[in-house]
């Protein structure tokens, strides 16, 4: 006989007030220091969120939210809420009161499941968010103190509302699962809750802190890299100053070297210039000494004629 698999069964049903169970406790309740770490660290994520989008995006922490105006004792106060968009007033706020203007439901809360009472988280709470309104609801149980008898315990649990109003799960188990109001992935590992914008949590949210400590070290790498910069700049042109030094001593060089050419070319032509006047004197003085030979002779011969005729 072949193996039969549970099907997948989604019950809907109309949520009627519970007024008594509903009662919003006064004072604040005490909290296990897990059940605090995980919702402060998911605070300051998402208000690190909130703080780059460009709406007016609000995350709260235990905000007390009361929908029934007839009945305002009753209501929920999340682990942590998105307010998108908040109330005007919403630092002087006691309480979000959906029945004012201006006041509207959340669009993502989280719960986490409290070891002293986890039955809550996995049968009853989602009544209240449905009545309340709210389109996203993400129960993480950190400590998996879920009951078995409930199909526990598992890390996440997703709710949403559908098209039609209806207020389902979704999720149910230890993987990661998308929230359309983050655009995001959540991500239970062990007792922690991350966001990150893949499922594989490789590009994992950072808190404020968390940008800030990545920022300073960013500024800190550029400002030893601009430093290194400066140093070679400065170098370079200590460089180059001494390459412009050497090439006016290299030019002054060969400007002496062209200048003592120069000069030896002007000693030079000086010298032929004598060599050339004293070489014409010689020649003049050659030519007046043929002259006075040739005087000398014409005269001889003029007197041996004389004698000849005496």
């Given at each position: 006989?072949?193996?039969?698999?549970?099907?997948?069964?989604?019950?809907?049903?109309?949520?009627?007030?519970?007024?008594?169970?509903?009662?919003?406790?006064?004072?604040?309740?005490?909290?296990?220091?897990?059940?605090?770490?995980?919702?402060?660290?998911?605070?300051?994520?998402?208000?690190?969120?909130?703080?780059?989008?460009?709406?007016?995006?609000?995350?709260?922490?235990?905000?007390?939210?009361?929908?029934?105006?007839?009945?305002?004792?009753?209501?929920?106060?999340?682990?942590?809420?998105?307010?998108?968009?908040?109330?005007?007033?919403?630092?002087?706020?006691?309480?979000?009161?959906?029945?004012?203007?201006?006041?509207?439901?959340?669009?993502?809360?989280?719960?986490?499941?409290?070891?002293?009472?986890?039955?809550?988280?996995?049968?009853?709470?989602?009544?209240?968010?449905?009545?309340?309104?709210?389109?996203?609801?993400?129960?993480?149980?950190?400590?998996?103190?879920?009951?078995?008898?409930?199909?526990?315990?598992?890390?996440?649990?997703?709710?949403?509302?559908?098209?039609?109003?209806?207020?389902?799960?979704?999720?149910?188990?230890?993987?990661?699962v998308y929230v359309e109001a983050l655009?995001?992935?959540?991500?239970?590992?062990?007792?922690?809750?991350?966001?990150?914008?893949?499922?594989?949590?490789?590009?994992?949210?950072?808190?404020?802190?968390?940008?800030?400590?990545?920022?300073?070290?960013?500024?800190?790498?550029?400002?030893?890299?601009?430093?290194?910069?400066?140093?070679?700049?400065?170098?370079?042109?200590?460089?180059?100053?001494?390459?412009?030094?050497?090439?006016?001593?290299?030019?002054?060089?060969?400007?002496?070297?062209?200048?003592?050419?120069?000069?030896?070319?002007?000693?030079?032509?000086?010298?032929?210039?004598?060599?050339?006047?004293?070489?014409?004197?010689?020649?003049?003085?050659?030519?007046?000494?043929?002259?006075?030979?040739?005087a000398l002779e014409r005269e001889i011969?003029?007197?041996?004629?004389?004698?000849?005729?005496?």
């Open positions: 006989m072949p193996l039969m698999l549970p099907a997948t069964v989604s019950i809907r049903y109309p949520v009627r007030p519970s007024l008594e169970a509903w009662v919003l406790p006064e004072g604040t309740v005490p909290e296990a220091p897990i059940h605090d770490e995980v919702a402060e660290a998911l605070k300051l994520l998402l208000r690190a969120w909130a703080s780059r989008l460009p709406g007016d995006v609000r995350i709260a922490r235990n905000l007390a939210i009361r929908w029934l105006e007839d009945h305002p004792t009753t209501g929920i106060d999340p682990d942590v809420c998105v307010l998108a968009p908040p109330p005007e007033d919403l630092d002087e706020l006691g309480s979000l009161c959906l029945w004012k203007a201006g006041h509207t439901a959340p669009t993502l809360c989280f719960e986490i499941v409290s070891k002293n009472h986890p039955h809550k988280e996995y049968v009853a709470i989602q009544d209240r968010y449905a009545a309340m309104g709210t389109r996203e609801l993400v129960v993480f149980d950190p400590l998996l103190a879920g009951p078995k008898s409930l199909g526990g315990p598992v890390a996440l649990q997703l709710w949403r509302r559908d098209a039609s109003g209806a207020f389902e799960r979704v999720h149910f188990g230890a993987s990661p655009d995001a992935w959540v991500i239970a590992d062990g007792r922690t809750l991350f966001i990150a914008d893949d499922r594989a949590g490789k590009r994992r949210w950072l808190n404020e802190a968390e940008h800030n400590k990545i920022e300073a070290e960013h500024n800190k790498i550029e400002a030893e890299h601009n430093k290194i910069e400066a140093e070679r700049a400065k170098a370079e042109a200590q460089q180059n100053k001494a390459e412009a030094e050497r090439a006016k001593a290299h030019a002054k060089t060969v400007q002496a070297i062209a200048d003592n050419a120069t000069a030896a070319a002007d000693s030079a032509k000086a010298a032929a210039d004598s060599a050339k006047a004293i070489a014409e004197q010689a020649h003049a003085a050659a030519e007046s000494q043929k002259l006075a030979r040739e011969q003029s007197l041996k004629a004389k004698l000849g005729e005496r």
